[in-house]
């Protein structure tokens, strides 16, 4: 089921629940207000509290090592491609990963990095004989107003990259992982498809897709972790210190598990095997 305009703008609103940044503003928001309080023994405890809170914060969420552990645990459940095999699918299907619309310093409606690498790793899989058929998801990701529709951003992009237009399928209304699922499964029925999309995502993408009966066989792109495991030999004494690249990514993270989580409470997670 389709989320209606109301509980779609619910949902992103809750996602922010789960931002170390939303943790950090809620922190620091108390800590201001504590300190404009009287003094007392028992806020000057929690003043000290909540400074620890923030400092942890910070300095834990936002480390390199933390965050590429995270991120390797998720990353790692799916392997990459193996492109040595010669099984053909019915189809290639990539999900969308953001649009920016045009305005008075950007001319034209553009794809973000994370859709330009999903879909050219979906065109090259196309192009390789793997299917017949590419198909691109993902619509209007905006609450307010209208804007840009990735999936035709995506197609546009895929045929700059070589890939025919008559082969290109479109679902241009899904604005959740859950809606892409539905919205292959309205534009192609069940069958094998060989889903694109990144590392991070693919453990609720692919649980998502299984339960609308598709067989799929994960393709994913775009890995932050270089090696799992033996990360270890990859960092230095930079990487202890926070910054706000690795804080990024830790959020990433936790989103993808919160919402993997979600999904498979509610029941629309199929497992592999």
């Known amino acids: 089921m389709e989320l209606s305009p109301f509980w779609f703008g619910l949902y992103k609103l809750v996602k ?3 931002f170390p940044y939303t943790w950090l503003c809620l922190v ?3 800590l201001a207000a504590l300190a404009f309080l009287p003094s007392s023994p028992r806020r000057t405890q929690w003043l000290r509290m909540l400074a620890l809170a923030a400092l942890a914060i910070v300095w834990l969420l936002g480390s390199p090592v933390l965050s590429t552990i995270a991120a390797g645990l998720l990353e790692s459940r799916y392997q990459p491609f193996d492109r040595t095999t010669t099984e053909r699918f019915d189809a290639v ?4 990963g953001g649009v920016l619309g045009k305005g008075s310093l950007r001319p034209s409606d553009q794809l973000t990095g994370l859709s330009m690498q999903r879909t050219s790793c979906g065109a090259d899989l196309f192009t390789e004989g793997r299917a017949p058929r590419l198909v691109l998801s993902g619509g209007d990701g905006n609450i307010f107003g ?11 992009f895929a045929i700059r990259l070589g890939v025919p237009e008559q082969a290109i399928v479109l679902d241009d209304q899904s604005r959740t992982t859950y809606e892409n699922a539905i919205g292959v499964k309205r534009a192609l029925g069940e069958g094998s498809i060989l889903l694109v999309t990144s590392a991070s995502h ?21 890995y932050h972790v270089r090696e799992w495991p033996g990360f270890w030999s990859n960092f230095d004494l930079l990487d ?13 993270t936790l989103t993808e598990a919160a919402g993997t989580i979600t999904y498979w409470a ?4 199929l497992r592999e095997g």
């Not at 609720?204 to 067989?215: E, N, Y």
């Not at 509610?266 to 997670?269: P, W």
């Open 240 to 252: 202890f210190i926070p910054d706000l690249g690795a804080l990024d990514g830790f959020t990433n």
């Open 93 to 96: 299907v990539v999900l969308g």
């Open 146 to 156: 209208e804007g840009p529709k990735e999936a035709v951003e995506m197609k546009r």
């Open 202 to 222: 693919m453990p609720r993408a692919a649980g998502l897709f299984r339960r609308q009966g598709f067989t799929v066989t994960p393709a994913p792109c775009t």
């Open 16 to 18: 922010y629940a789960v």
């Open 266 to 269: 509610a029941g629309k997670l």
């Open 28 to 30: 620091t928001g108390a």
